[in-house]
């Protein structure tokens, strides 16, 4: 007679530690001998804490490094001279095409795909995919300057208010809808990390638009300092600003897992794992 193939139940705190013999749970009437070994993939599996967090600290180096880089083209008299013609140039986020301004929208555009991704398996998924496309659509805007446009198109009709014409135009509307579904989100997140990065990047952006609307007013100053005008302190600022917050944003609505993780079924609070070839 065909034996059914056993399954074993591992508990949640089972789940990336050693097995012991007397924590298995047999659903069918075999003997221990049958019982194979548990794979070192789920012995070894990393934990939740760990298992969905992306290379953050690959990418906080390589936010700090551009951020430096920029402040070297921007803010210094060696930068300012070279930036026109020298490989500093490349890293004046700025200008459209550089180093900085692609890993702004290669950034927005990770968020947008990665909460498209979440929504697959999140609770509310309009509410992700929303989120998503808003952050799609801001990696494009960037890439192609839709925002400058835009207000482009406006600024005969509504322009001389001292401040670009799309930051009390079409800001307002995208913020809006961003911090809808933010809060949306932030309910939704179990993580109080997750939470913090959450606020943190929309406050990043939130700065970063407060220092675009002020723009103007350090450029009609005249301000200097240390012979660099006021309004490159400002430029700089805002630059890296929107350079952190889609970062912080990525960080919390980052969906990576573990392949034993998707493949489990969750019953009542226990992992259920099946060996395929137990039993033959």
Same mark, same amino acid.
């Given at each position: 007679?065909?034996?059914?193939?056993?399954?074993?139940?591992?508990?949640?705190?089972?789940?990336?530690?050693?097995?012991?013999?007397?924590?298995?749970?047999?659903?069918?009437?075999?003997?221990?001998?049958?019982?194979?070994?548990?794979?070192?993939?789920?012995?070894?599996?990393?934990?939740?804490?760990?298992?969905?967090?992306?290379?953050?600290?690959?990418?906080?180096?390589?936010? /700090?490094?551009? =951020? %430096?880089?920029? !402040?070297?083209?921007? +803010?210094?008299? &060696?930068? @300012?001279?070279?930036? $026109?013609?020298?490989?500093?140039?490349?890293?004046?986020?700025?200008?459209?095409?550089?180093?900085?301004? /692609?890993?702004? =929208? %290669?950034?927005? !555009?990770?968020?947008? +795909?990665?909460? &498209?991704? @979440?929504?697959?398996? $999140?609770?509310?998924?309009?509410?992700?995919?929303?989120?998503?496309?808003?952050?799609?659509?801001?990696?494009?805007?960037?890439?192609?300057?839709?925002?400058?446009?835009?207000?482009?198109?406006?600024?005969?009709?509504?322009?001389?208010?001292?401040?670009?014409?799309?930051?009390?135009?079409?800001?307002?509307?995208?913020?809006?809808?961003?911090?809808?579904?933010?809060?949306?989100?932030?309910?939704?997140?179990?993580?109080?990390?997750?939470?913090?990065?959450?606020?943190?990047?929309?406050?990043?952006?939130?700065?970063?638009?407060?220092?675009?609307?002020?723009?103007?007013?350090?450029?009609?100053?005249?301000?200097?300092?240390?012979?660099?005008?006021?309004?490159?302190?400002?430029?700089?600022?805002?630059?890296?600003?929107?350079?952190?917050?889609?970062?912080?944003?990525?960080?919390?609505?980052?969906?990576?897992?573990?392949?034993?993780?998707?493949?489990?079924?969750?019953?009542?609070?226990?992992?259920?794992?099946?060996?395929?070839?137990?039993?033959?």
């Amino acid at each position: 007679m065909q034996r059914t193939p056993p399954a074993l139940v591992l508990g949640p705190a089972h789940v990336g530690a050693a097995v012991s013999p007397w924590d298995l749970r047999l659903r069918s009437p075999l003997d221990a001998a049958d019982v194979r070994p548990v794979p070192r993939f789920v012995v070894h599996a990393p934990s939740s804490a760990s298992a969905g967090e992306p290379p953050l600290r690959g990418l906080l180096a390589g936010f /700090l490094l551009l =951020v %430096a880089l920029d !402040a070297v083209a921007r +803010l210094t008299y &060696w930068g @300012r001279h070279r930036v $026109a013609d020298g490989w500093i140039g490349w890293f004046d986020a700025s200008a459209e095409g550089s180093v900085p301004a /692609l890993f702004a =929208v %290669a950034t927005m !555009a990770a968020v947008g +795909l990665a909460s &498209w991704w @979440r929504s697959g398996i $999140a609770a509310s998924k309009p509410c992700w995919r929303c989120f998503g496309t808003l952050f799609l659509y801001l990696a494009v805007d960037d890439l192609f300057g839709l925002h400058e446009r835009f207000g482009a198109l406006l600024h005969p009709s509504l322009g001389g208010h001292g401040v670009y014409v799309w930051t009390f135009t079409l800001a307002p509307a995208l913020a809006l809808f961003g911090v809808v579904c933010g809060w949306r989100l932030w309910r939704q997140m179990p993580d109080e990390l997750q939470r913090r990065r959450l606020v943190a990047g929309f406050l990043a952006l939130g700065c970063a638009l407060l220092c675009e609307i002020a723009e103007d007013s350090a450029i009609a100053s005249g301000r200097q300092l240390r012979g660099v005008p006021l309004v490159a302190y400002t430029s700089w600022l805002e630059e890296s600003l929107e350079l952190l917050g889609p970062l912080l944003l990525l960080a919390a609505v980052w969906a990576g897992a573990p392949s034993v993780q998707r493949q489990a079924r969750h019953e009542g609070g226990a992992v259920s794992v099946r060996f395929l070839g137990a039993g033959r």
